[in-house]
């Protein structure tokens, strides 16, 4: 009875893995946008928090340039906390039946 127990508990683990392997490449694909001056620079992140796109208006490369680096850096930012939500809720729908505790940050 042990020995069914213990396979049926590494046949979970192997799912799990599989699970998470999977979600890391959905993640991988995962974009989402953070803006910033009122959607007038935006940034396109994968939810592996790699930028794949920064566009900026035209309006503001005659502006002051620290202004832009601002609203640049804000809109990383903005992209990030995307990121960070887009994972959590993820890996909720992926961890929910496992009863670990909240804010559990497993390894990407």
Same mark, same amino acid.
């Given at each position: 009875?042990?020995?069914?127990? @213990?396979?049926?508990?590494?046949?979970?683990?192997?799912?799990?893995?599989?699970?998470?392997?999977?979600?890391?490449?959905?993640?991988?694909?995962?974009?989402?946008?953070?803006?910033?001056?009122?959607?007038?620079?935006?940034?396109?992140?994968?939810?592996?928090?790699?930028?794949?796109?920064?566009?900026?208006?035209?309006?503001?490369?005659?502006?002051?340039?620290?202004? @832009?680096?601002?609203?640049?850096?804000?809109?990383?930012?903005?992209?990030?906390?995307?990121?960070?939500?887009?994972?959590?809720?993820?890996?909720?729908? @992926?961890?929910?039946?496992?009863?670990?505790?909240?804010? @559990?940050?497993?390894?990407?």
């Amino acid at each position: 009875m042990m020995k069914a127990q @213990l396979a049926g508990l590494m046949r979970q683990a192997q799912q799990m893995q599989e699970s998470m392997r999977k979600l890391q490449e959905e993640l991988a694909a995962t974009e989402v946008e953070g803006q910033s001056g009122a959607g007038m620079v935006k940034v396109t992140m994968t939810c592996r928090h790699d930028v794949r796109r920064v566009s900026i208006d035209p309006s503001l490369l005659a502006d002051d340039k620290d202004m @832009l680096e601002d609203l640049v850096a804000a809109a990383v930012n903005d992209a990030a906390r995307k990121v960070e939500a887009a994972v959590q809720e993820k890996m909720s729908a @992926l961890t929910g039946g496992l009863g670990l505790p909240p804010g @559990l940050n497993l390894p990407f």
